[in-house]
């Protein structure tokens, strides 16, 4: 019992410890980040002009979503963007290519716990710097958001279980460079999947109902529209609680996986290596 106990509390303190070093980094480069954290907003931006337009030139609501709805759907979108970042086939790739796997399966933990506690940690310095993007694209849009107590603090868990489910995916998918040199076509095809089906390019609702059915089968949705809707939207507490729910089970499907991938992956890497 006290091993256990002793391991939880070395890899909580690893956690802490690569988190905080992890905020200080970024802020250290905190132009960096603040330009990189722009890029990433420019998407949802994009979005959210178009729709408000659209809206607006249809008499101020598109089935039933009004302006105001639509510019509170795509603010806590820029947030929920930051949110998601995390370590991408690409970034395995070069991993793989550059040799930086070796030194990462030389420490006693899993690679994927570096790539958690490092993302988390860039987390609250991103916050940090959108709330004064968040700020004027409130006053420029003028949202309709008035969230509960039970909305607000069903977000906060929604937008950790939206992190930790697309890490588990995108790790999943970049470990498909142990077998191929190149990741890129099996990304984008992913990524255009994901616009489609996740609420990213259009809340779910605009989509056909053939698509919707199709996204209730698939993880996306639990790591962009879910959370989003959250906050912005008029969900029970059932939902809200089957939300959580649903995406607790996408976290374990898609942890198993990874480490079930893991297991094959690594030997053909060392295979390769020798």
């Given at each position: 019992m006290n091993g256990k106990a002793g391991a939880v509390r070395s890899m909580f303190d690893f956690y802490v410890t690569r988190g905080r070093t992890q905020i200080q980094s970024e802020f250290q480069y905190r132009a960096?980040?603040?330009?990189?954290?722009?890029?990433?907003?420019?998407?949802?931006?994009?979005?959210?002009?178009?729709?408000?337009?659209?809206?607006?030139?249809?008499?101020?609501?598109?089935?039933?979503?009004?302006?105001?709805?639509?510019?509170?759907?795509?603010?806590?979108?820029?947030?929920?963007?930051?949110?998601?970042?995390?370590?991408?086939?690409?970034?395995?790739?070069?991993?793989?290519?550059?040799?930086?796997?070796?030194?990462?399966?030389?420490?006693?933990?899993?690679?994927?716990?570096?790539?958690?506690?490092?993302?988390?940690?860039?987390?609250?310095?991103?916050?940090?710097?959108?709330?004064?993007?968040?700020?004027?694209?409130?006053?420029?849009?003028?949202?309709?958001?008035?969230?509960?107590?039970?909305?607000?603090?069903?977000?906060?868990?929604?937008?950790?279980?939206?992190?930790?489910?697309?890490t588990m995916f995108m790790s999943t998918l970049g470990m498909i460079t142990f077998w191929t040199t190149r990741v890129s076509a099996i990304f984008e095809l992913f990524i255009a999947a994901e616009l489609l089906l996740s609420g990213r390019l259009v809340p779910m609702p605009l989509m056909p109902d053939w698509a919707q059915d199709v996204a209730g089968f698939l993880p996306f949705q639990w790591s962009f529209y879910f959370p989003i809707e959250s906050l912005v939207g008029d969900l029970s507490t059932g939902e809200l609680l089957r939300g959580l729910a649903m995406q607790a089970f996408w976290i374990a499907v898609l942890t198993g996986l990874t480490l079930f991938v893991w297991r094959f992956a690594v030997r053909r890497y060392s295979a390769v290596g020798n």
């Open positions: 960096a980040t603040y330009f990189w954290m722009i890029g990433m907003l420019a998407e949802p931006i994009v979005y959210l002009v178009v729709w408000t337009t659209i809206a607006e030139q249809q008499g101020g609501s598109v089935q039933g979503i009004t302006t105001g709805e639509f510019a509170a759907y795509y603010i806590v979108w820029t947030l929920v963007r930051n949110m998601n970042i995390v370590f991408t086939p690409y970034g395995w790739e070069w991993r793989i290519r550059e040799g930086q796997l070796s030194a990462a399966l030389l420490r006693p933990l899993h690679p994927l716990h570096d790539d958690l506690a490092g993302f988390a940690g860039w987390k609250p310095v991103v916050i940090l710097l959108w709330l004064p993007v968040a700020a004027v694209l409130w006053i420029a849009f003028d949202p309709v958001l008035a969230p509960t107590l039970l909305e607000a603090c069903v977000f906060f868990f929604a937008i950790w279980g939206a992190y930790l489910i697309r």
